[in-house]
Protein backbone atom coordinates (compact mmCIF):
# COMPACT_ATOMS: atom_id res chain seq x y z
CA UNK A 1 0.00 0.00 0.00
CA UNK A 2 1.69 3.54 -0.94
CA UNK A 3 -0.48 5.68 -0.03
CA UNK A 4 -2.38 7.18 3.11
CA UNK A 5 -4.86 5.17 5.11
CA UNK A 6 -7.78 6.88 6.74
CA UNK A 7 -10.52 5.77 9.28
CA UNK A 8 -13.46 7.08 9.73
CA UNK A 9 -16.32 6.94 12.33
CA UNK A 10 -18.44 8.29 14.65
CA UNK A 11 -16.82 9.85 18.11
CA UNK A 12 -15.76 7.01 20.22
CA UNK A 13 -15.01 4.15 17.50
CA UNK A 14 -11.32 4.09 18.26
CA UNK A 15 -9.64 6.09 15.25
CA UNK A 16 -6.92 7.47 17.25
CA UNK A 17 -6.30 4.33 19.24
CA UNK A 18 -6.74 2.15 16.65
CA UNK A 19 -4.71 4.44 13.95
CA UNK A 20 -1.53 4.70 16.06
CA UNK A 21 -1.54 0.94 16.12
CA UNK A 22 -2.22 0.50 12.67
CA UNK A 23 0.69 3.73 12.30
CA UNK A 24 3.62 1.76 14.66
CA UNK A 25 2.58 -1.93 12.45
CA UNK A 26 3.04 -0.23 9.27
CA UNK A 27 6.16 1.96 10.60
CA UNK A 28 4.36 5.61 9.34
CA UNK A 29 3.63 8.50 10.89
CA UNK A 30 0.17 9.13 12.49
CA UNK A 31 -2.02 12.05 12.40
CA UNK A 32 -5.11 12.78 14.48
CA UNK A 33 -6.37 15.45 12.12
CA UNK A 34 -8.40 17.11 15.65
CA UNK A 35 -5.14 17.24 16.93
CA UNK A 36 -3.67 19.35 13.88
CA UNK A 37 -6.32 21.69 13.78
CA UNK A 38 -6.09 22.11 17.93
CA UNK A 39 -1.98 22.59 16.97
CA UNK A 40 -2.27 24.82 13.77
CA UNK A 41 -4.90 27.23 15.53
CA UNK A 42 -3.78 27.06 19.16
CA UNK A 43 -7.71 26.93 19.95
CA UNK A 44 -9.47 23.49 20.90
CA UNK A 45 -12.18 21.79 18.92
CA UNK A 46 -14.38 22.57 21.81
CA UNK A 47 -13.50 26.38 21.36
CA UNK A 48 -13.94 26.60 17.78
CA UNK A 49 -17.05 25.56 17.68
CA UNK A 50 -18.43 28.07 20.70
CA UNK A 51 -16.81 30.53 18.99
CA UNK A 52 -16.83 30.30 14.93
CA UNK A 53 -19.37 27.36 15.01
CA UNK A 54 -19.56 24.21 13.11
CA UNK A 55 -19.40 25.59 9.42
CA UNK A 56 -16.01 27.24 10.40
CA UNK A 57 -14.58 24.55 12.08
CA UNK A 58 -15.79 22.17 9.09
CA UNK A 59 -14.17 24.76 6.60
CA UNK A 60 -10.68 24.17 8.95
CA UNK A 61 -11.30 20.48 9.25
CA UNK A 62 -11.67 20.09 5.32
CA UNK A 63 -8.31 22.47 5.16
CA UNK A 64 -6.08 20.24 7.16
CA UNK A 65 -7.76 16.75 5.37
CA UNK A 66 -6.45 18.37 1.96
CA UNK A 67 -2.77 18.99 3.64
CA UNK A 68 -1.92 15.50 5.43
CA UNK A 69 -3.43 13.76 2.16
CA UNK A 70 -1.41 16.10 -0.33
CA UNK A 71 1.59 15.31 1.84
CA UNK A 72 4.03 12.55 0.05
CA UNK A 73 4.89 10.48 2.88
CA UNK A 74 2.43 7.89 3.82
CA UNK A 75 0.77 8.28 6.76
CA UNK A 76 -1.79 6.86 8.95
CA UNK A 77 -4.43 9.81 9.15
CA UNK A 78 -7.70 9.68 12.04
CA UNK A 79 -10.19 12.06 10.27
CA UNK A 80 -12.28 14.15 12.72
CA UNK A 81 -15.91 12.15 13.10
CA UNK A 82 -17.75 14.62 10.80
CA UNK A 83 -14.92 15.10 7.96
CA UNK A 84 -16.72 13.45 5.53
CA UNK A 85 -19.60 16.14 5.76
CA UNK A 86 -17.68 17.67 3.52
CA UNK A 87 -17.73 17.18 -0.13
CA UNK A 88 -14.46 18.08 -0.65
CA UNK A 89 -12.64 15.76 1.96
CA UNK A 90 -15.04 13.24 0.81
CA UNK A 91 -13.53 13.66 -2.70
CA UNK A 92 -10.21 13.26 -1.49
CA UNK A 93 -10.66 10.11 0.68
CA UNK A 94 -11.69 8.70 -2.62
CA UNK A 95 -8.42 9.21 -4.07
CA UNK A 96 -7.31 5.51 -5.56
CA UNK A 97 -3.98 6.21 -3.50
CA UNK A 98 -6.00 6.39 -0.21
CA UNK A 99 -6.92 3.28 1.72
CA UNK A 100 -10.52 4.18 3.79
CA UNK A 101 -11.23 2.16 7.15
CA UNK A 102 -14.58 3.04 8.39
CA UNK A 103 -14.80 1.88 12.10
CA UNK A 104 -18.51 1.35 13.33
CA UNK A 105 -20.11 0.68 16.67
CA UNK A 106 -23.67 1.15 18.34
CA UNK A 107 -24.57 5.09 19.17
CA UNK A 108 -25.13 3.41 23.13
CA UNK A 109 -21.61 1.66 22.80
CA UNK A 110 -20.11 4.82 21.82
CA UNK A 111 -21.85 7.23 24.14
CA UNK A 112 -20.39 5.18 26.81
CA UNK A 113 -16.64 6.12 25.52
CA UNK A 114 -17.26 9.29 24.64
CA UNK A 115 -19.19 11.08 27.40
CA UNK A 116 -15.95 11.87 30.09
CA UNK A 117 -14.28 13.55 26.83
CA UNK A 118 -14.94 17.15 26.89
CA UNK A 119 -13.74 17.69 23.14
CA UNK A 120 -16.64 16.48 21.88
CA UNK A 121 -19.16 19.48 21.52
CA UNK A 122 -21.76 17.74 19.01
CA UNK A 123 -22.27 14.98 22.03
CA UNK A 124 -23.62 18.04 24.54
CA UNK A 125 -26.88 17.04 26.23
CA UNK A 126 -28.13 13.39 25.47
CA UNK A 127 -25.05 11.12 23.95
CA UNK A 128 -27.02 8.46 22.49
CA UNK A 129 -29.59 10.48 21.12
CA UNK A 130 -27.10 12.88 19.35
CA UNK A 131 -24.80 9.75 17.83
CA UNK A 132 -28.25 7.79 16.76
CA UNK A 133 -28.74 11.56 14.50
CA UNK A 134 -25.10 11.50 13.66
CA UNK A 135 -25.31 7.85 12.75
CA UNK A 136 -28.40 8.09 10.58
CA UNK A 137 -26.54 11.73 8.92
CA UNK A 138 -23.48 9.97 8.31
CA UNK A 139 -24.04 6.79 7.05
CA UNK A 140 -24.25 7.34 3.52
CA UNK A 141 -21.36 9.34 3.31
CA UNK A 142 -18.86 6.90 4.92
CA UNK A 143 -20.23 4.12 2.80
CA UNK A 144 -19.15 6.45 -0.02
CA UNK A 145 -16.16 6.79 1.07
CA UNK A 146 -14.91 3.26 3.10
CA UNK A 147 -12.76 0.60 1.12
CA UNK A 148 -13.24 -2.05 4.14
CA UNK A 149 -15.68 -1.67 7.26
CA UNK A 150 -14.79 -3.03 10.78
CA UNK A 151 -17.37 -3.41 13.88
CA UNK A 152 -15.41 -2.20 16.96
CA UNK A 153 -17.94 -3.15 19.48
CA UNK A 154 -17.28 -5.44 22.10
CA UNK A 155 -18.59 -7.90 23.73
CA UNK A 156 -18.43 -10.27 20.90
CA UNK A 157 -14.71 -9.08 20.85
CA UNK A 158 -12.38 -9.66 23.50
CA UNK A 159 -9.42 -7.17 22.22
CA UNK A 160 -11.84 -5.51 19.65
CA UNK A 161 -8.73 -2.33 18.63
CA UNK A 162 -5.99 -5.02 18.56
CA UNK A 163 -8.56 -7.16 16.20
CA UNK A 164 -9.17 -4.05 14.37
CA UNK A 165 -5.61 -3.69 13.87
CA UNK A 166 -4.69 -6.64 12.61
CA UNK A 167 -7.46 -7.26 10.56
CA UNK A 168 -6.92 -3.85 9.18
CA UNK A 169 -3.57 -4.70 8.77
CA UNK A 170 -4.27 -8.00 7.03
CA UNK A 171 -6.42 -5.81 4.85
CA UNK A 172 -4.00 -3.39 3.86
CA UNK A 173 -1.82 -6.35 3.03
CA UNK A 174 -4.17 -7.77 0.51
CA UNK A 175 -4.18 -4.21 -1.30
CA UNK A 176 -0.28 -4.28 -1.80
CA UNK A 177 -0.82 -8.06 -3.07
CA UNK A 178 -2.97 -6.61 -5.64
CA UNK A 179 -1.19 -3.45 -6.57
CA UNK A 180 2.11 -5.59 -7.15
CA UNK A 181 0.28 -8.25 -8.86
CA UNK A 182 0.11 -7.64 -13.02
CA UNK A 183 -2.96 -6.81 -14.82
Do not use: C
Amino acid sequence: MTGHTVLVGLSGTGKTSVGRRIAALLSRPFVDADEEIEERTGRTVRGIFAVDGEPAFRELEAKVMADVLAAPEPSVIAAGGGAVVTDTTRKLLQQPDVFVVWLTATPEFLASRTTKRAHRPLLDGDPVAALSRLAEARADWYAEVADVTFDVQPPHRLAPKSEARDNIAHALSGMVRDHESPT
